[in-house]
């Protein structure tokens, strides 16, 4: 069901704190975060391993998670490394560790083989974190299994029918996408020349007067990382062949963490490179982004539902499926490949 071999975003930076744990469900199982004093994360397993307790109701005692059932302490390796009134440790007493890496203003989990666990392998989303971009960030919990959004994200067909107050126009259905395999995911590239703007874009610039020429590109990387590289540009100013400075420049940013076979943890930010100190801009494009997202939080959650119900016999697939459907056999073989327990 899930690819274990693989980092997934367990949190926010500014989530996992020095002062209290932070507690986290990916791929089924209960995760605890924190922080040594020097501010590196610790991901455990969230089970005290004497009486079951989650050590996410316990607390952080110097560079240690004590439980706060029996006080049991646990060090950064998972180890317990005391247990009030003894002087022995009782065989066995450890509790698992994930590999934790703080990267790009989120806290990355490897969930499965620790020695696999190379942080070379964390999808890039540099926006987030490099001058010369702002992002406004937020999450959802998606009540839906997390390959059905990773399908959504690949579908831009869907934009011009559920997103039509924000981002979506009528162009777009109409106008075919390239998808290209990779060795890690799927990319896609469309663009959409000589159309009327999107209402977010055209707000964000200030009104373009006109049609513009639209570029709507993505990349997947196995298993659950989306980055979209959208936006547009007055027509004829030279967006088709590489020059996007006469327009709107956007990093759309999804994070995907499997909570349960029906849940997801979803990251979402909204990165810009111009205007950037214009914070009337960035709370604009907040709210229409997150009210964008919500829209496809809102249908998937219904689509799970529906689902759960009936199951996914006798549905059929339309031109638009053809990247997500090539995303899922490319996660299908990364699937087949993943070798842990």
Same mark, same amino acid.
């Given at each position: 069901?899930?690819?274990?071999?693989?980092?997934?975003?367990?949190?926010?930076?500014?989530?996992?704190?020095?002062?209290?744990?932070?507690?986290?469900?990916?791929?089924?199982?209960?995760?605890?975060?924190?922080? =040594?004093?020097?501010?590196?994360?610790?991901? #455990?397993?969230?089970?005290?391993?004497?009486?079951?307790?989650?050590?996410?109701?316990?607390?952080?005692?110097?560079?240690?998670?004590?439980?706060? +059932?029996?006080?049991? @302490?646990?060090?950064?390796?998972?180890?317990?490394? =005391?247990?009030?009134?003894?002087?022995?440790?009782?065989?066995?007493?450890?509790?698992?560790?994930?590999?934790?890496?703080?990267?790009?203003?989120?806290?990355?989990?490897?969930?499965?083989?620790?020695?696999?666990?190379?942080?070379?392998?964390?999808?890039?989303?540099?926006?987030?974190?490099?001058?010369?971009?702002?992002?406004?960030?937020?999450?959802?919990?998606?009540?839906?299994?997390?390959? +059905?959004?990773?399908?959504?994200?690949?579908?831009? &067909?869907?934009?011009?029918?559920?997103?039509?107050?924000?981002?979506?126009?009528?162009?777009?259905?109409?106008?075919? &996408?390239?998808?290209?395999?990779? @060795?890690?995911?799927?990319? %896609?590239?469309?663009?959409?020349?000589?159309?009327?703007?999107?209402?977010?874009?055209?707000?964000?610039?200030?009104?373009?007067?006109?049609?513009?020429?639209?570029?709507?590109?993505?990349? +997947?990387?196995?298993?659950?990382?989306?980055?979209?590289?959208?936006?547009?540009?007055?027509?004829?100013?030279?967006?088709?062949?590489?020059?996007?400075?006469?327009?709107?420049?956007?990093?759309?940013?999804?994070?995907?963490?499997? @909570?349960?076979?029906?849940?997801?943890?979803?990251?979402?930010?909204?990165?810009?490179?111009?205007?950037?100190?214009? @914070?009337?801009?960035?709370?604009?494009?907040?709210?229409?982004?997150?009210?964008?997202?919500?829209?496809? %939080?809102?249908?998937?959650?219904?689509?799970?539902?529906?689902?759960?119900?009936?199951?996914? &016999?006798? #549905?059929?697939?339309?031109?638009?499926?053809?990247?997500?459907?090539?995303?899922?056999?490319?996660?299908?073989?990364?699937?087949?490949?993943?070798?842990?327990?």
């Amino acid at each position: 069901m899930f690819i274990r071999n693989a980092w997934y975003i367990a949190g926010w930076s500014d989530e996992v704190l020095a002062d209290r744990p932070f507690a986290r469900v990916m791929l089924n199982e209960p995760v605890v975060l924190w922080r =040594q004093p020097d501010g590196t994360p610790v991901a #455990l397993e969230d089970r005290c391993c004497h009486r079951a307790l989650p050590l996410s109701m316990g607390k952080i005692v110097g560079d240690r998670l004590q439980c706060g +059932y029996h006080g049991l @302490e646990f060090d950064a390796a998972g180890n317990c490394a =005391q247990v009030p009134g003894q002087s022995t440790i009782p065989p066995g007493a450890s509790v698992r560790h994930y590999p934790a890496v703080e990267r790009h203003r989120w806290i990355w989990v490897w969930m499965g083989d620790a020695e696999m666990a190379d942080p070379a392998l964390i999808p890039d989303f540099h926006w987030l974190d490099t001058p010369g971009w702002v992002a406004p960030t937020g999450t959802f919990h998606l009540k839906a299994h997390y390959q +059905y959004l990773v399908d959504n994200l690949l579908d831009f &067909s869907h934009v011009q029918f559920i997103h039509r107050n924000t981002i979506g126009t009528d162009a777009i259905a109409d106008i075919p &996408s390239t998808v290209e395999k990779l @060795e890690d995911g799927v990319a %896609v590239q469309r663009w959409i020349p000589d159309s009327p703007p999107p209402p977010l874009f055209d707000n964000a610039y200030g009104g373009f007067g006109g049609n513009v020429d639209r570029w709507m590109n993505n990349r +997947y990387t196995v298993p659950s990382s989306v980055t979209f590289d959208i936006g547009c540009a007055a027509v004829g100013t030279g967006a088709a062949d590489g020059d996007r400075s006469q327009g709107v420049e956007i990093r759309s940013l999804h994070g995907i963490t499997p @909570e349960t076979e029906t849940s997801s943890h979803y990251f979402w930010a909204y990165a810009r490179n111009f205007r950037l100190d214009d @914070e009337d801009l960035s709370a604009l494009l907040a709210k229409g982004a997150h009210a964008t997202f919500e829209e496809d %939080v809102i249908v998937l959650g219904e689509q799970q539902r529906s689902i759960n119900q009936t199951g996914e &016999s006798g #549905l059929v697939d339309i031109n638009g499926d053809a990247p997500g459907m090539l995303g899922r056999r490319v996660h299908a073989d990364r699937l087949a490949a993943d070798v842990f327990g």
